[in-house]
């Protein structure tokens, strides 16, 4: 799929404080509403090979779905740093890891992709799932130059959106831009990553079913890694 076929259709909520309202309130029903994003959750966490001992940051972690076991999979000796911008969705992951005992690998902060309160080359991996399909094309590069930036060399980063298998404006699309779908729309962001410089870079798309029923949009499933020298 080329660029143009996502740019066609803009984000419906807009900016942080539009982000921050809309997460707030549906914090409570997130996670049964979209339950069928579990698998390939699981899936890419699968893909991207998390070994004991590395340091994982997951940017918006919302409700903690992958948190959970990303934090199993770093293992005693390893952390887990997680980021969202809303305060409502990360206090549902912190119950969750609280509620397993794994608080002692798992630091928790509000903030901004845009803007990561990260050290350049902190981290073996990079997980972020269903954010860029929510967010402006225009902040596609930033925020994968953000990304970049705090991977270490060599460094793995994963990426989950909803996404489509075709070009041109699918129905979905059609009922997103009238105000009648949910709060994301397709993406493709292989072509971005390869733009900002991320090598190696896979993608698998995956359709979405909810119990036995087909939605009328899928997955993807996106990794690349930073070069090992600059
Ligand atoms: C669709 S939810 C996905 C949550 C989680 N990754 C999952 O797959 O279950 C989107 C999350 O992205 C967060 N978010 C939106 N814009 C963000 C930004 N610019 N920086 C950090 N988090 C953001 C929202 O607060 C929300 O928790």
Redesign the pocket.
């Known amino acids: 799929m080329n660029t143009t076929d996502y740019l066609i259709v803009k984000p419906s909520?807009i900016g942080?404080d539009g982000?921050?309202m809309?997460?707030t309130r549906s914090?409570a029903t997130?996670?049964w509403r979209?339950s069928y994003?579990t698998a390939h959750?699981r899936e890419a966490i699968q893909r991207i090979g998390i070994r004991e001992g590395d340091h994982v940051l997951?940017?918006?972690?919302?409700?903690?779905?992958?948190t959970v076991e990303l934090a199993q999979q770093v293992g005693q000796m390893g952390k887990l740093d997680a980021?969202?911008?809303?305060q409502a969705?990360?206090a549902r992951a912190q119950e969750k890891i609280r509620g397993l005992g794994l608080q002692q690998r798992v630091e928790f902060r509000t903030?901004?992709?845009?803007h990561l309160p990260y050290e350049d080359g902190a981290f073996d991996v990079l997980y972020?799932?269903?954010?860029f399909?929510?967010?402006p094309v225009e902040?596609f590069t930033t925020?994968l130059t953000e990304f970049k930036r705090v991977l270490k060399p060599g460094g793995r980063l994963m990426l989950?959106n909803m996404s489509k298998d075709r070009g041109g404006k699918t129905l979905y699309e059609a009922l997103y831009r009238r105000g009648l779908a949910g709060?994301?729309r397709p993406v493709a962001l292989s072509g971005v990553l390869n733009t900002v410089g991320f090598e190696s870079i896979t993608r698998q798309y995956r359709r979405n079913v909810a119990g036995i029923i087909p939605l009328p949009f899928g997955t993807e499933i996106v990794s690349g890694r930073k070069a090992i020298t600059a």
């Open positions: 909520i942080e982000a921050r809309y997460y914090a997130y996670d979209t994003e959750h997951e940017v918006a972690c919302g409700t903690g779905r992958a980021l969202d911008l809303t969705m990360m903030g901004n992709a845009n972020n799932a269903y954010m399909d929510l967010i902040q925020i989950v709060a994301c």
